[in-house]
């Protein structure tokens, strides 16, 4: 049976995305019963049981007969968009039912993102394929070095691997089984507001349309990946007033030090408040327009240009198209195999 689902990320995906995740210790790999073989070399860690611990490997939670994933196929169709492709074996008796999960990793192991892919059911001594569109951050897809698959309750991948009712399967996102030396998964450290430097703000319209966009820079300032999302509000301008609009705009998770450009929409409720507004803030914080303004995140203020207007009605923006390969990344984020060899080396050395 083939299944495609579409996901699109939205400030539900940051606030689960910002949960912590435990990791721990793990135990041997339960031998194959009865069920299509794992891929060769992929690291899989089945349920906990009677065995011995392996040294630095994940546990899950305890499932007699765990789910197994193998065949898998990882194919971006852009810097945004992936198509996953994998068969779920139950090798026990009852129904498995659940989520299939799509967990990234950065280089040093750290969680970027978690992902649902969707929903599964797999009969009892069954074996079946699934495919899903998985819809990522901006930037995640280019940051990822491995990747990890399990299935966990409905709903509940956010609760990272304690909730997993399959073995875990780590691939680089080549679809080829991870390496054995690759960085284990770090536990995913809570994201703070502290952690987001906002700067370069700008807001435009296109014409007289009711096309609006924001572009701003921002940097994790921490010494942890810390992941987030962006919220513009807009004021009447009185003191201490409340918003009288807000806008979700753009995810992003960043490794320490890094910054990343980035684009997105505004969406009022009523367009022809941007007659009335006039002063706006960015807020940036792991939970995005579900976080309130206070005095620990005062946002980013500015006021709103004087050529932002209410659109006329009528007129409509000209269509505009973005190349497939655009990352909004900019050259702190970029990639380079011989520096992260270079980083792994005296990460060891250092130990």
């Not at 939670?61 to 765990?66: L, Q, S, Y």
């Not at 990234?104 to 069954?126: F, N, P, Y």
Request: hydrophobic letters at 35%.
């Amino acid at each position: 049976m083939m299944r495609s689902d579409q996901r699109r990320g939205n400030a539900l995906g940051v606030l689960l995305l910002g949960c912590a995740v435990v990791w721990g210790a793990g135990c041997k790999k339960e031998q194959p019963q009865a069920s299509a073989p794992v891929d060769a070399g992929v690291v899989a860690v089945a349920a906990v049981d009677a065995g011995v611990p392996d040294a630095g490997a994940v546990t899950t939670a305890k499932v007699a007969k765990p789910l197994r994933f193998s065949d898998v196929t990882l194919r971006p169709q852009n810097s945004i968009t992936v198509m996953v492709t994998y068969t779920l074996t139950n090798p026990g008796t009852a129904q498995g039912r659940g989520d299939a999960c799509l967990s990234l990793h950065d280089d040093q192991g750290a969680v970027i993102e978690v992902k649902r892919m969707g929903g599964i059911t797999v009969k009892g001594g069954t074996t079946d394929t699934f495919e899903d569109r998985v819809s990522l951050g901006s930037t995640s897809w280019t940051q990822t070095r491995t990747v990890m698959l399990y299935t966990a309750g409905e709903y509940h991948c956010s609760n990272g691997v304690p909730a997993a009712t399959s073995e875990l399967l780590r691939l680089l996102p080549t679809g080829q089984p991870a390496p054995a030396d690759a960085p284990a998964p770090r536990e995913l450290q809570a994201s703070q507001v502290a952690d987001f430097e906002v700067s370069n703000v700008e807001v435009t319209q296109a014409g007289l349309s009711d096309d609006y966009n924001v572009t701003y820079t921002v940097k994790n300032v921490s010494d942890h990946r810390a992941s987030g999302s962006g919220c513009l509000r807009a004021y009447l301008g009185k003191e201490d007033a409340p918003h009288l609009e807000e806008s979700p705009v753009g995810d992003f998770s960043l490794a320490p030090g890094a910054s990343e450009t980035v684009k997105d929409s505004i969406v009022f409720d009523n367009d022809r408040n941007w007659d009335r507004v006039t002063v706006l803030r960015l807020f940036t914080s792991p939970y995005g327009c579900a976080d309130d303004a206070d005095t620990d995140n005062t946002g980013f203020k500015f006021t709103k240009p004087e050529s932002i207007h209410a659109p006329e009605e009528g007129v409509e923006a000209e269509p505009v198209s973005y190349p497939e390969d655009e990352t909004g990344m900019d050259s702190s984020d970029a990639y380079e195999p011989e520096e992260e060899a270079n980083h792994e080396q005296q990460t060891t050395h250092g130990e």
